[in-house]
């Protein structure tokens, strides 16, 4: 089939198409057989995939092969709407495609054109060829047919092959077999006559290259038929300076009885009547053996050529019968899965997407969004774009013994337990089960409300991690210290007084118990600066606080906020933004539209453990603490929280008077007296 270089009317298409939101992305609807006929009409813009590779998918390889036309290992759009084409021709109703059947009724073809006249002819030699007689066909019917030409083939060959070749094998009909037993003992009798060899180059050998009375003693106490692998390792006879192999009589028991088919097979043509063989007769055989084996696999190799091009040759010719029952059985299903996405959204059983693998199982909850990975390179430079939280890991089976990388998107729930090295149990689509290992964890927001404690989790790791490290180190360190000196306490005992080596040990005892504050000092730093940060907020509200009682409840809500309110707001953005599209492009797909996971529709893609409540007494729970328990100790806390916002804000009674200024003394200014010589002046003044 040719391949589709343009499709037309991408741009300016009449066709009326229906739409509908799916994932939060607008969609075009592909639902009838209508739609298919047109689909070549469709805007190329309003594909969600624009290429996806043909292996690695949970779909039939063989029908995205022969969708491949350019045989370059990716299907494309001007290769998808090839396809749709071709079957609506061939096909009389293109309503059936939608319907998916397994098998095409003869009535359905259309062989009015030249492409549905092909497919039918084909379909009934194959039915004639097979000896059935029914008016439809099936992917069995087109695999015995296969099967049935093959053997055909392979009987024709092996007739004309022994009419033109003159060779004989050298053991007639039984040389395979002759094969088979000259290989069991090959390397036992090449040990043997290397032994007789050395024994030649220095009879003293003899001794050592024979199997000795001690070795055979070591295990004569016990069952000796229980011990034939180790009278196995024994030399196949007793070697000697001779160098002759004896063929009745003198062959390690453990090797009798490959000895004896041997003899039947091979030493009884060659060596009729022989006692003994020497080595230039063994290499007779194997020389003659050798050469059969170079003329079997060259005519085993031409002869495959041969078959498989015969087979070639049949497969074109019936190749439209197998597309067309391949694809009225798959190509609606791609269709909704390479346009639309429909499949991944639906979210009912047995509707997968074909990129999606399995199940994985890990801290009681099933994620069902897991896909094959094929190139870590890729996802570590793209998934992280995705704004999801992503596991990786390595699968292996136990059973097949195969190996394969996943990423699974864990979209709801905690992440309190989730670390690299975790194992887990993945379970691909056919059901068998892989163990499974966290290799990577690329961390993104889950939810509002895990976003909500996260910033006091990371803290307390933090704190945790760097508390555990130093007193690790300093154990470490101290550890290597104390036994440096006990070793060289021991070395030097002789030199040094009892009092003074006790005293050393005291000060070193006393030395490594001692607390190392330096260790500790960045994190107590660290912890001081926080609480100094919160203190000094407080204080700057002190004046809010005094003023109402309540204040003091919504300055706590205030600080909760203020340090979980940006990560539940960045968590609330890329939870609005999350896209599987970064995973499958790094996977090989080419995708065209946003392939969102907004929280609901996440909530879906991975289920939690639930458990039924329970009415019997558990001997081993925890005591249940009476409700007035609970309720004293919340009030509690509330008392221990009011307390420190009235402290770090100075509004503690005891505060507050010792913070009142004291009043200032009242200075008295007493008018001074008047001189009599003055109030004489003023009155001469008044008269004049």
Same mark, same amino acid.
């Given at each position: 089939m040719a391949k589709i270089t343009k499709i037309a009317n991408l741009q300016n298409n009449s066709y009326d198409w229906k739409f509908s939101t799916v994932g939060g992305v607008t969609r075009v609807n592909i639902e009838t057989g209508e739609d298919l006929e047109h689909l070549g009409e469709l805007d190329q813009k309003l594909w969600t995939v624009l290429s996806c590779p043909v292996a690695g998918l949970e779909f039939d390889e063989k029908t995205l092969r022969l969708m491949d036309t350019d045989h370059d290992g990716r299907i494309r759009v001007n290769e998808v709407v090839a396809a749709s084409k071709w079957l609506c021709k061939v096909m009389r109703d293109p309503e059936l495609i939608v319907e998916g059947f397994s098998r095409v009724n003869f009535s359905d073809i259309n062989s009015d054109n030249d492409e549905g006249k092909a497919v039918l002819e084909a379909a009934k030699t194959i039915l004639?060829?097979?000896?059935? *007689?029914? *008016?439809?066909?099936?992917?069995?019917?087109?695999? %015995?047919?296969?099967?049935v030409f093959e053997e055909k083939c392979r009987a024709e060959r092996a007739a004309a092959e022994k009419e033109a070749d003159p060779y004989e094998p050298p053991y007639g009909d039984k040389t395979e077999d002759a094969l088979a037993a000259v290989n069991a003992l090959k390397d036992k009798i090449a040990d043997f006559f290397m032994r007789c060899k050395l024994i030649q180059f220095d009879d003293e050998c003899s001794g050592v290259l024979d199997v000795s009375v001690e070795r055979v003693g070591a295990i004569s106490a016990g069952n000796m038929a229980a011990n034939a692998a180790e009278i196995a390792t024994y030399p196949l006879s007793r070697p000697t300076k001779n160098a002759v192999l004896p063929v009745n009589e003198g062959i390690n028991p453990a090797w009798q009885a490959a000895f004896a088919n041997l003899k039947t097979l091979v030493l009884d043509v060659d060596f009729a009547g022989r006692e003994s063989i020497a080595e230039d007769?063994?290499?007779?055989?194997?020389?003659?053996?050798? %050469?059969?084996?170079?003329?079997?696999?060259?005519?085993?190799?031409? %002869? %495959?050529?041969?078959?498989a091009d015969a087979l070639a040759v049949e497969a074109a010719a019936i190749e439209p019968v197998d597309r067309i029952v391949r694809y009225c059985r798959d190509f609606f299903k791609f269709v909704h899965n390479f346009v639309v996405f429909k499949d991944f959204y639906s979210r009912k059983p047995g509707t997968e997407a074909i990129f999606q693998a399995g199940q994985l199982y890990i801290d009681q909850r099933c994620c069902d969004l897991c896909v094959k990975v094929t190139d870590m390179g890729k996802q570590a430079a793209m998934a992280g774009l995705s704004g999801m939280y992503l596991i990786y890991c390595h699968c292996v089976s136990k059973v097949t013994g195969k190996e394969m990388d996943i990423v699974a998107a864990l979209t709801d729930g905690d992440v309190d337990n989730m670390r690299e090295?975790?194992?887990?149990?993945?379970?691909?689509?056919?059901?068998?089960?892989?163990?499974?290992?966290?290799?990577?964890?690329?961390?993104?927001?889950?939810?509002?409300?895990?976003?909500?404690?996260?910033?006091?989790?990371?803290?307390?790791?933090?704190?945790?991690?760097?508390?555990?490290?130093s007193a690790s180190e300093k154990e470490s360190k101290q550890f290597d210290e104390m036994t440096s000196k006990a070793d060289t306490a021991t070395t030097n005992i002789a030199a040094k007084a009892d009092g003074a080596e006790a005293a050393e040990a005291k000060a070193a005892e006393k030395k490594a118990q001692m607390f190392d504050i330096a260790k500790f000092a960045g994190i107590f730093a660290a912890i001081g600066l926080a609480i100094g940060a919160i203190g000094g907020a407080?204080?700057?509200?002190?004046?809010?606080?005094?003023?109402?009682?309540?204040?003091?409840?919504?300055?706590?809500?205030?600080?909760?906020?203020?340090?979980?309110?940006?990560?539940?707001?960045?968590?609330?953005?890329?939870?609005?933004?999350?896209?599987?599209?970064?995973?499958?492009?790094?996977?090989g797909w080419a995708i065209n539209s946003k392939i969102k996971i907004n929280t609901a529709f996440g909530a879906s893609l991975t289920s939690m453990a639930q458990y039924p409540k329970l009415v019997a007494n558990d001997p081993f729970a925890d005591k249940k603490t009476p409700w007035w328990k609970k309720l004293l100790w919340w009030l509690f806390v509330l008392v221990v929280v009011a307390f420190f916002v009235l402290l770090f804000t100075h509004n503690l009674p005891w505060q507050k008077a010792k913070a009142k200024p004291e009043p200032e003394p009242v200075e008295v200014v007493e008018e001074a007296p008047v001189e009599p010589a003055v109030e004489e002046a003023v009155e001469v003044v008044e008269a004049e």
């Open positions: 004639a060829r097979i000896g059935k *007689e029914k *008016e439809s066909i099936d992917l069995d019917d087109v695999a %015995e047919y296969m099967t007769d063994w290499n007779a055989v194997l020389a003659k053996l050798d %050469e059969y084996v170079a003329w079997r696999d060259d005519k085993n190799a031409a %002869e %495959e050529k041969i078959i090295g975790k194992n887990a149990v993945f379970y691909d689509r056919s059901g068998q089960d892989w163990d499974a290992t966290v290799t990577k964890i690329i961390d993104n927001p889950i939810s509002v409300r895990q976003a909500f404690w996260s910033p006091y989790r990371k803290f307390g790791n933090w704190v945790t991690d760097k508390i555990t490290k407080l204080a700057a509200l002190g004046g809010f606080v005094a003023a109402k009682w309540y204040n003091v409840i919504l300055l706590v809500a205030a600080v909760i906020i203020l340090i979980s309110g940006p990560s539940m707001l960045l968590a609330w953005l890329k939870l609005r933004k999350r896209n599987l599209g970064p995973v499958l492009n790094a996977n």
